[in-house]
C-alpha cells in the first residue's frame, strides 16, 4: 500500500532515514529490551528483524544505518554469514555482533570479518556496552565530516 505521490521506494528509503539502528536477533525479548534502552537512553530508533534473510532482502548498499547482529540464529544463516553479505554489499556497514556464546574463537573471527565489536548477551552490561560502542561510531563518523 503506497500514499498518493510516492513510490513504494521512496517510502522505504523515508523509514531507513528515520531510524538509525537496525536489531537483526530472533530473540524477539532480547530485541524489544534493547530497542527500549537504546529510545530512553539517546533516542536511538531502532528497527526489527528476527532473521538475517529477512534483513538481507531490505538491505541496500546506500544503508548507512548501524546494524546489531545476533551470531546464532535458530532458524536459517548464522551471523557470520549475514555480516559476510552485509559487507560484500557495503563495505563500510558498522555491524555490532552480540551472541549468548561468550567464545573467543568466534569473536575473533567476526571482527575479522569486518564487525565493529563483539558483546556476549549474558554480561549484565551488553546493553551499556553496545550504547557505547554506537556512541564511539557516532562520535567517528562526525569527526570524519570536520
Not at 2 to 11: A, D, N, T
Not at 50 to 62: E, R, S, W
Not at 66 to 88: N, Q, S
Request: aromatic share 8%; proline share 3%.
Amino acid at each position: 500500500m503506497s500514499q498518493p505521490g510516492y513510490q513504494l521506494e521512496e517510502i522505504i528509503d523515508q523509514a531507513t532515514v528515520d531510524t538509525e539502528i537496525v536489531i537483526v536477533d530472533d530473540d524477539p525479548v532480547f530485541s524489544m529490551m534493547l530497542q527500549d534502552y537504546l529510545l530512553s537512553s539517546e533516542n536511538l530508533k531502532c528497527e526489527l528483524f528476527l532473521n538475517g534473510n529477512d534483513f538481507l532482502k531490505n538491505y541496500k548498499a546506500n544503508d548507512v544505518r548501524k546494524i546489531i547482529l545476533d551470531y546464532e540464529f535458530r532458524e536459517g544463516p548464522d551471523g557470520l554469514f549475514i555480516l559476510e553479505k552485509i559487507k560484500a554489499l557495503n563495505p563500510l556497514a558498522s555491524v555490532i555482533i552480540v551472541s549468548a556464546q561468550d567464545n573467543l574463537e568466534k569473536a575473533v573471527e567476526t571482527l575479522r570479518k569486518g564487525a565493529t565489536d563483539y558483546f556476549v548477551k549474558t554480561n549484565k552490561t551488553v546493553f551499556a556496552n553496545v550504547l557505547c560502542s554506537l556512541l564511539k561510531l557516532r562520535e567517528m563518523e562526525k569527526n570524519k565530516l570536520n
